[in-house]
């Protein structure tokens, strides 16, 4: 199984890649988020692969990088290091960094503090800040809180909540039931610690910061990545192109991902030579 020794970790990565043996593929790094893991992005696999080389890694304490919760003291540093380490390990230089929801947000943060390792960032359904209380009003949960929700399983807490991670009108409901039966992989306990880290993160006072090529997709109707949040990554980012699908909630990476995976790949082609290479 391909699992790596990283900061005191085993992380579960896969790596994929289908071009032509002879070339040099770019490596695209696709992050998971909240309570995730790199299963979540099936769909982009036979649509990136022939061309890239594709490394999926489940962060530390989710998925087949399960931890001990006494082990388990989530963070952006961490979670940034595992990344740079894993890329060490493989020998990998650079990435094209594709995050969801929290990967996104992970995204920005290593993006911000490695340029050096990233040709370009691509945010699908990504925050700045979670709206914590827009969502708390719109997503109630039976428990009272997220903590209290989460402790009886990560999948109890998405079963009450999933509308806030995926467009329902959109996702057929094998892909809904498959996406809560995933999430409750993740230990509760590990899952309570993340969600509480979470929402103390802001990253827009270094949005200006960013270095590396932008590209944002988002549904318009999404609850987490909001228009409003959008538009600031729009004004602020100063590299960035927003690409906005009409219709859809959020977790676009899901339920279209032919439509995204044709935007990032026309957005990488279409980057001057140097940042391509």
């Known amino acids: 199984m391909p699992y790596a020794r990283i900061n005191g970790a085993e992380l579960y990565y896969d790596l994929d890649c289908f071009a032509d043996p002879w070339t040099a593929p770019q490596t695209v790094l696709l992050q998971h988020g909240f309570s995730r893991n790199g299963r979540f992005w099936y769909p982009w696999l036979p649509l990136l692969s022939g061309r890239f080389q594709v490394l999926r890694p489940d962060m530390r304490g989710m998925g087949r990088s399960a931890l001990p919760p006494d082990l388990y003291t989530p963070s952006v540093d961490t979670f940034s290091a595992d990344l740079i380490g894993l890329l060490d390990h493989l020998n990998i230089d650079k990435v094209t960094y594709v995050g969801e929801s929290f990967g996104g947000v992970l995204g920005l943060v290593f993006a911000w503090k490695h340029p050096e390792r990233v040709r370009a960032l691509v945010l699908t359904s990504t925050p700045f800040r979670v709206p914590r209380e827009d969502l708390a009003k719109k997503f109630p949960v039976k428990e009272g809180n997220a903590s209290a929700a989460l402790a009886k399983g990560a999948d109890n807490w998405s079963r009450q909540t999933i509308g806030q991670r995926?467009?329902?009108?959109?996702?057929?409901?094998?892909?809904?039931?498959?996406?809560?039966?995933?999430?409750?992989?993740?230990?509760?306990?590990?899952?309570?610690?993340?969600?509480?880290?979470?929402?103390?993160?802001?990253?827009?006072?270094?949005?200006?910061?960013?270095?590396?090529?932008?590209?944002?997709?988002?549904?318009?109707?999404?609850?987490?990545?909001?228009?409003?949040?959008?538009?600031?990554?729009?004004?602020?980012?100063?590299?960035?192109?927003?690409?906005?699908?009409?219709?859809?909630?959020?977790?676009?990476?899901?339920?279209?991902?032919e439509q995204c995976v044709r935007e990032v790949v026309g957005f990488l082609d279409n980057l001057p030579p140097a940042r391509a290479r």
């Open 166 to 257: 995926i467009d329902l009108e959109a996702a057929p409901k094998q892909l809904v039931e498959w996406w809560i039966n995933q999430m409750g992989m993740t230990v509760p306990r590990n899952a309570v610690k993340l969600h509480e880290y979470v929402e103390t993160l802001d990253f827009s006072p270094h949005l200006r910061e960013l270095k590396v090529p932008t590209l944002v997709l988002a549904g318009e109707k999404s609850p987490i990545a909001t228009p409003q949040q959008v538009q600031t990554m729009r004004s602020r980012i100063p590299d960035c192109k927003i690409v906005i699908f009409p219709g859809y909630g959020h977790g676009v990476h899901a339920v279209i991902p």
